[in-house]
């Protein structure tokens, strides 16, 4: 860090010399006709400049992104998956949107049988609390 500052002092001390330079009309060329001069003095005290605030700037990003000063993301929202069995072999998994169109075009019946990672054994899918939603209210 105090190498840092101490090149940003000697670039701010050159360009002032620089800049004094141009003020003082040393080094101008006159390019003929109403007056008009070209300083390079005075045009290389702007690049120094510009060169010491580009790089400033650049370093201050560079520290913010390698010190965690990254935009955290959230990690993905963890989704349910199920397998069905159709046709006496495991089908999936499928997500919930996916089950709840199954069951609307009658892929998926109450009696189907479902498993999920973490459950022990298949399950009737109506039986599942997590498909018992899913499914439409029996009719009385």
Do not use: C
Not at 7 to 15: L, N
Not at 119 to 128: H, L, Q
């Amino acid at each position: 860090m105090l190498n840092k500052v101490k090149s940003v002092v000697i670039g701010h001390a050159g360009a002032d010399a620089l800049g004094k330079m141009g003020s003082n009309n040393a080094g101008a060329v006159n390019l003929g006709g109403g007056g008009m001069s070209f300083n390079p003095a005075s045009m290389m005290a702007s690049m120094a400049v510009g060169n010491v605030v580009g790089r400033n700037i650049a370093s201050t990003m560079n520290d913010a992104l390698a010190g965690g000063g990254t935009i955290a993301t959230p990690p993905p929202i963890p989704t349910i998956k199920y397998f069905v069995a159709q046709n006496g072999k495991p089908t999936g998994p499928f997500e919930l949107s996916k089950l709840a169109k199954m069951i609307s075009s009658g892929e998926l019946l109450p009696d189907s049988l479902v498993w999920k990672q973490g459950m022990s054994s298949w399950e009737k899918a109506n039986s599942v609390d997590d498909l018992k939603g899913l499914f439409p209210p029996p009719i009385v």
